[in-house]
């Protein structure tokens, strides 16, 4: 389960290490002291909806070492043969977890990489999030649009999103069945849908409850909530997986 | 060129796959309903061109004799200095070294590996880009690799000792109806088209970017790098919008079979 995890890590320092652009976030609440003041209320656009905009940072790795971190082993509800793909992959060290051949992370692992911030740019009609991480990139229309009934499978799927009050929820499908859902390898199919509630609960505090719906993979749909922090003064950087010599030194059954 | 066959094989392979039609919201028509793509560019909500949309290349690269490829490509991905009288004004190392890379099929193309094409290649790549405007800041999003770039136009300057990356640091400021963005911070390794023309760390970059009509958007290039080049060189680019569609993720490192069977001398 752990095999992934040194090359993880040393990709997350070196990024740490060269956090060098420092300047000064605009339109963030200061406190006198000219600290960014975290526990400001959350701003909001023009027509009067949260602004999710920010550079947003999962607090530690809490959900990517295990999505299911908050449920007991058994609740898990998988269907019989994603349990045994499951085992079979901590048996194998989750060697073949696709980011160690420097392939995307997906839909909501890629989130919940403390190492590496993402980015969300949101205009009234479209949410674009930015990852630090492979500098990737991810849509969220809000533009009226239904999912697409036969949608391309793609690694962060077909996202549409609408307002439920303050809250966003960006439902999404059209998944290819190759990402993983965390680093341990909770599997799923190409009848994933992920719904994600987006509350941003102040200035610096964001909340995600993500639902994995998939008939395929899981008897029912599970929940699990997630928090993040904002990180002010800073920038995301650029980050490609190159010079990958990971592989090779891969172990497993 | 074997590397242009390789990017023509990987860019049908998108267009074919071209599923996302739904009606581009704020597109202005004529009566008839068509797209009226010589409208006036849209602004912003406070007064500026707004560049957003999503983007194509010019289509002045004439079919070989034996017929088109299904996504042709534009004469600035061979040579981003096709339409400079004298070619582009390379050092001498660096005219070495075009000739080299010519020679071998530009078989060491970052991009054969999956790697960025970075931000100049953004423009004059075979796949679509778009560029997503709000207050302080210019994102530009490309479908390959889903990869992006960020333009800051909040005013900050170009930092004086930036990190080395792919897409450098870019920093914007409007002069009148024109987008000046300049960035710095290449790696050295960078390649401006396939023929292999070098950036050095040492390159600044200028882009000017007007969007003339709705449907039309120019980017003037110049590329200021003394290490690389005798003096500095301007092009520009005239690039159409696309409508109705969408990007599509394309990921080059799924399935890559390519670089075993690359050859060069």
């Not at chain 1, 849509?139 to 009934?149: P, T, Y």
């Not at chain 2, 560019?41 to 299904?70: I, L, V």
Request: charged share 25%; proline share 8%.
């Amino acid at each position: 389960m752990t095999a992934g995890l040194p090359a993880l890590m040393i990709a997350t320092v070196v990024a740490a290490s060269a956090q060098w652009i420092s300047y000064p976030t605009p339109g963030i609440p200061r406190t006198q002291d000219g600290k960014p003041n975290l526990s400001a209320p959350a701003p909001r656009t023009p027509d009067g909806r949260p602004d999710l905009s920010g550079l947003w940072k999962a607090p530690n790795g809490k959900y990517l070492a295990n999505l299911a971190a908050d449920l007991k082993a058994d609740e898990v509800p998988f269907q019989p043969w994603a349990a045994m793909l499951y085992k079979q992959r901590q048996e194998n060290l989750a060697k073949d977890r696709p980011t160690a051949r420097c392939l995307p992370h997906g839909v909501p692992d890629q989130m919940a990489v403390s190492g590496y911030p993402f980015k969300i740019i949101q205009q009234p009609g479209l949410v674009i999030i930015l990852y630090e991480e492979m500098t990737h990139f991810r849509q969220i229309f809000l533009d009226g649009r239904e999912l697409a009934k036969d949608a391309n499978p793609t690694w962060l799927g077909y996202s549409v999103g609408r307002w439920e009050g303050d809250i966003l929820v960006a439902d999404t499908t059209g998944f290819n069945d190759k990402s993983w859902l965390d680093d341990p390898g909770h599997p799923h199919t190409t009848a994933l849908r992920v719904i994600e509630r987006f509350r941003r609960k102040d200035f610096g505090h964001m909340e995600i409850q993500i639902t994995i719906d998939d008939p395929e993979a899981y008897t029912k749909a599970w929940t699990v909530t997630e928090s993040f922090n904002l990180l002010p003064d800073t920038e995301i950087l650029e980050n490609i997986c190159e010079n990958e010599k990971d592989v090779s030194h891969l172990v497993g059954k | 060129m074997r590397t242009l066959l390789i990017c023509c094989a990987l860019a049908a392979a998108a267009a074919s796959a071209q599923w996302l039609n739904y009606p581009t919201a704020g597109v202005p028509r004529t009566r008839d309903g068509k797209p009226n793509l010589s409208a006036p560019a849209p602004r912003t909500p406070d007064g500026k061109p707004d560049f957003s949309g999503t983007w194509g290349w010019e289509d002045n690269r004439p079919c070989p004799p034996d017929g088109c490829a299904d996504q042709k490509i534009g004469q600035e991905f061979i040579n981003i200095g096709w339409g400079l009288k004298d070619g582009l004004p390379y050092q001498p190392w660096a005219a070495e070294l075009v000739k080299t890379r010519r020679a071998d099929n530009s078989k060491d193309d970052p991009q054969t590996r999956c790697l960025p094409r970075g931000a100049l290649r953004m423009h004059t790549d075979g796949l679509y880009k778009k560029i997503v405007q709000v207050p302080g800041l210019m994102a530009i999003l490309s479908e390959r690799n889903a990869t992006y770039r960020q333009i800051f136009i909040d005013g900050r300057p170009l930092p004086a000792d930036p990190n080395p990356s792919w897409n450098g640091y870019s920093s914007g400021r409007w002069e009148g109806d024109t987008l000046v963005v300049e960035t710095v911070g290449f790696r050295d390794d960078t390649w401006l088209d396939a023929v292999g023309s070098p950036l050095t760390s040492a390159g600044k970059m200028t882009e000017r970017f007007r969007r003339t009509t709705f449907g039309k958007l120019e980017i003037e290039i110049t590329v200021d790098d003394p290490k690389a080049y005798t003096k500095a060189w301007t092009v520009k680019l005239n690039q159409p919008i696309v409508i109705d569609t969408e990007l599509l993720d394309y990921i080059c490192l799924e399935n890559e079979r390519d670089t075993k069977h690359l050859v060069g001398k």
